[in-house]
């Protein structure tokens, strides 16, 4: 039973977050929101320590799925970076400013990138794609994602200080059309450059959030360099073309880590875990 320990304290630290906030804002909303999501992850996660192959499937489209038609479509939230710029201004800690504190800024400190490999709605589409597995190098592009970060704050700040009327509106199509772009854009870039996952390390405004917090994160994947027969068969698999093979945690790309963990399926020498 000890293989279900994370599963079971992940479920327990989402429980806490929805207790909390469901008192604090005495909203019953986010003691559904954080149950729901955290009951996806921590079944996701049992499922994979069993052997599922499709368990990570499962958690992206539970909850992205969730959270781009429920909270979006249907509850009217941005839950895109404009939807937090929006709330912020607007001085209201709740919707996209909640899940961005949990999910893409304080959280990374536990579990890294864990959102972009199990809950995100743009990834869980791109992910079907044909190029799993990165077909060539990567590419020297990644200070696109600070462009577009600060094109999304630009865009909000503009909205404010033109005093906008129906902000809320405003919001929710930026929603549909932001997503729809974004799409396109993940789709295009991931057959351009035969790489699923392109959007993710060259575009996407949430890693500027995600990746400092994710130096330290508690959750990673570790290298036992001793064991290590340096095959290269763990960086071939890597969706995010991390430096696996090695323990440090200033190896190459290693903020990008999605916990996929497809790395430790293919060493030959258990030297991942």
Request: with cysteine.
């Amino acid at each position: 039973m000890k293989k279900y320990i994370l599963p079971v304290a992940m479920f327990l630290l989402f429980e806490v977050v929805a207790v909390s906030l469901w008192l604090t804002t005495g909203n019953r909303f986010y003691l559904f929101n954080f149950t729901y999501i955290g009951g996806c992850i921590s079944v996701g996660l049992a499922l994979f320590v069993s052997g599922k192959k499709q368990a990570r499937r499962f958690v992206q489209f539970a909850v992205g799925s969730y959270m781009l038609v429920y909270l979006g479509l249907i509850c009217r939230e941005n839950m895109q970076i404009e939807g937090f710029w929006y709330y912020l201004f607007l001085g209201v800690f709740e919707a996209a400013t909640i899940h961005y504190a949990v999910a893409k800024i304080f959280g990374p400190l536990l579990f890294g990138r864990g959102w972009c490999g199990y809950a995100c709605w743009t990834a869980m589409v791109l992910d079907v794609l044909p190029y799993k597995q990165p077909q060539g190098p990567r590419k020297k592009a990644g200070f696109l994602r600070y462009v577009t970060f600060a094109l999304s704050l630009a865009l909000v700040t503009g909205l404010f200080a033109a005093g906008a009327a129906n902000l809320e509106t405003i919001m929710f199509w930026l929603f549909l059309g932001g997503n729809a772009l974004y799409y396109a854009v993940g789709i295009a870039l991931a057959f351009a450059f035969r790489d699923n996952r392109a959007f993710c390390k060259y575009i996407c405004p949430i890693t500027v959030f995600l990746k400092p917090m994710s130096y330290y994160s508690v959750l990673r994947v570790h290298c036992d360099e001793d064991k290590c027969v340096h095959c290269g068969k763990c960086l071939k698999v890597c969706p995010m073309n991390v430096e696996v093979n090695r323990e440090s945690r200033k190896r190459k790309n290693g903020t990008e880590c999605i916990l996929c963990y497809e790395c430790t399926k293919q060493c030959p020498v258990k030297a991942l875990r």
